[in-house]
């Protein structure tokens, strides 16, 4: 009787969690799904229990279903996947590095902020909710990063890119107002780059969906290649950090980086989700990323560094590049 009842449960919990699971991959066509795809690796470690369990109760059948649907969370997660193999091609490639952080509007440590971007020496830096107050991060940085631009978003502060490279030709820069989105042109390698920096909403209910909408005509206009990095408050698999991926010719640096934490009113447990990425072009490969620390902000950072590849050298390079090595944590 009491194998029946646990039987019971547990395929009652698989039946909503699958359904959640295979729910989400209707993101293209209803927001609400992209925000349940937000939480897809949760749900598909869920989905895996269930099927131990249901294995270990010796419901083979049940057992099966949730091992298939948790196969496909796991396809479904493929953009996380680290890639092997890229830290070959770093001597032949000049190397750029870049910090990406949301600095949190009630950051109270800005010198803390200014103190771990300098021990890290990045080429570029990309910043969310700089204020009136997180904003003396950028005054420390004045030296070291002189090329500037900063964007007014919305209550919780504006979007920044800083850079130690020059500024290309013409000083090309731009800011969508409003819209959580700056660019700047700067010279990396020899050749002219735009460095971005974006916040988007929450997802739906919230206004994340019309926001992309609005924001894709600028993303297409920047000037390629594009390296495009911030608080996306998406998954790196979602249909959200997707459409922007295709409006600005990148892709999501491989890796699952999980760097804010979901909490309930000060309830623990909190819930790890990676919603800070770095977006990259398709000559500029991903030689490490990883998770730094976040002073006085909920976030963690990004911390890459990146190798560029020029024309169709890249595809080559990468593709005659040994296996073996991780790229991406």
Known sequence: MFGTFCRVIVSIAAAFTGFFILFSFLAPWYPMADSVAHFRFHLTAIMLL?????????????????????????AGMAPAFPVWGNAAIAGAAPTISAVQLNLSFRNATPEAVAAFVRRERADIVTLQEVTARTGRVMELLKEDYPNRVLCPFARVGGVAVLSRLPKAPGAAQGCVEGQGLAWMRVMAGGRAVSVASLHLHWPYPFRQDRQIGELENHLRDIPRPVILAGDFNA??????????????DTSVA???RFSFDIGFRGWWPTIPVPIDHILLPEDLAPLNVTLGPGPGSDHRSVIARLALLAGPAAAQALAAAPRGTATAN
């Open 50 to 74: 269930t099927a131990v369990l249901l294995a270990v109760l010796r419901d083979w059948r049940h057992a099966g279903l949730s091992l298939s649907v948790s196969a496909a969370g796991i």
């Open 235 to 248: 998954a790196p698999w979602s249909h959200a950090v997707g459409r922007i991926a295709a409006a600005t």
């Open 254 to 256: 491989d890796g699952l």
